[in-house]
């Protein structure tokens, strides 16, 4: 787990990780939020929808941020103020994502920073965006 302070942190400061999808994170996010639509638990339903199979669950996918700010960038001392995501493509079980952010603005008198982060799967697709406010508790 990164340590950084507020002062450490500079604008285009990056930093990324690799997971890979696998169903055991699946079947336990349906075990926290009970969410039993069909797109994310019948592969035959998602078929026939026009996806590969099953989808992952989006909420998933995103908590991934959490953990770029909570243990990478800035790490320790983060608390997440805010996070605005955007999904552009679906993530199936068996998927290897990136998940990446960049230092795009820190603002001196709230102690924040904004981070612009992204996931990348295996085969360089963007799966989803996003915008990150992170408070400095330090």
Known sequence: ????????????MSKGFNVEIIDDMVESFYAITKDSNPLHRDKNYAK???FKSNVVYGLLTASFYSTLVGVHLPGKYALLHGLKVDFT?????????????DVVGKHD???RVEIRAKIINQDGETVSRAEIMVGMNE
């Open 1 to 12: 787990m990164n340590q950084y302070l507020f002062d450490d942190i500079y604008l285009g």
């Open 48 to 50: 026939d929808k026009g």
């Open 89 to 101: 493509r679906p993530v199936y079980v068996g998927n290897r994502l990136f998940i990446s952010g």
């Open 109 to 111: 008198t709230f102690r």
